[in-house]
């Protein structure tokens, strides 16, 4: 079974501060990971995703996210936040085997930028 | 391509009447998810299909109902709305590629029942 926990339902940092948004999985398949943003009163859109090779992933609006396999995690960071970056993110996981077709969910993290 | 596309965008609704949220796609994705989205308690999967005429419940089937006689819709049934069905719903299509089944989303519909 996979499951996706992600630390903090609520983060709040000052415009041109690091982001820093966490997200640990547990899957006994090698794991496809994902990071969604929600903008208020819109549906989801993808940021970035990892499935094999290279472990650091870079998204759009230059968040990036690690996944490190020792550790079962798959933090989204993203050097200096713009007031834009205000949203909800969402981590998700689905299995690399099998015919896995859905996503797995965390409850989401709620970014506020103050300025 | 107009992507994922729901309707309505706002509806209320009284106990007990029943409505349908509308979804359609134009990438010609092979898979469809219903979601519903309540505060604080992230994705829930309502309902999925595979494929024309195939569908299978998710972890909150009760009180809904779909169908998917076409690639491209995949409606949702409220029947007998409840105060419980309060929520914003979500569809989204995926496929098969080499990274998973990455989900592209609707706008969503927002539901009150009163």
């Known amino acids: 079974a996979q499951s996706v926990t992600q630390l903090g339902s609520h983060v709040s940092v000052s415009e041109g501060a690091l982001v820093l948004l966490r997200c640990n999985y547990s899957?006994?398949?090698?794991?496809?990971l994902f990071w969604y943003v929600q903008y208020p009163n819109q549906g989801l859109q993808l940021l970035l995703k990892y499935t094999t090779g290279a472990t650091l992933v870079k998204g759009i609006n230059g968040f990036e996210a690690e996944f490190k396999k020792s550790e079962t995690s798959f933090h989204l960071t993203k050097p200096s936040a713009h007031m834009s970056d205000a949203a909800e993110y969402f981590c998700a996981v689905s299995a690399n085997a099998g015919n896995n077709r859905k996503l797995i969910w965390g409850l989401g993290t709620s970014l506020a930028v103050n300025p | 391509n107009a992507g994922v596309t729901q309707t309505p965008k706002f509806r209320i609704l009284k106990i007990g009447q029943s409505m349908t949220l509308q979804c359609t796609q134009d990438m010609n994705h092979n898979y469809m998810y219903w979601y519903r989205q309540d505060p604080g308690m992230g994705l829930k999967l309502i309902y999925y299909?595979?494929?024309?005429?195939?569908?299978d419940k998710g972890e909150v089937p009760n009180g809904y109902n779909v169908s998917r006689s076409t690639t491209e819709d995949f409606p949702l049934r409220l029947e007998l709305a409840a105060p419980s069905q309060t929520s914003v719903y979500f569809c989204?299509?995926?496929?098969?590629?080499?990274?998973?089944?990455?989900?592209?989303f609707g706008p969503g519909t927002r539901l009150t029942v009163t």
């Open positions: 299909s595979v494929g024309a005429g195939i569908t």
């Open positions: 899957s006994s398949v090698p794991p496809y």
């Open positions: 989204a299509s995926s496929y098969r590629t080499g990274g998973g089944y990455e989900q592209y």
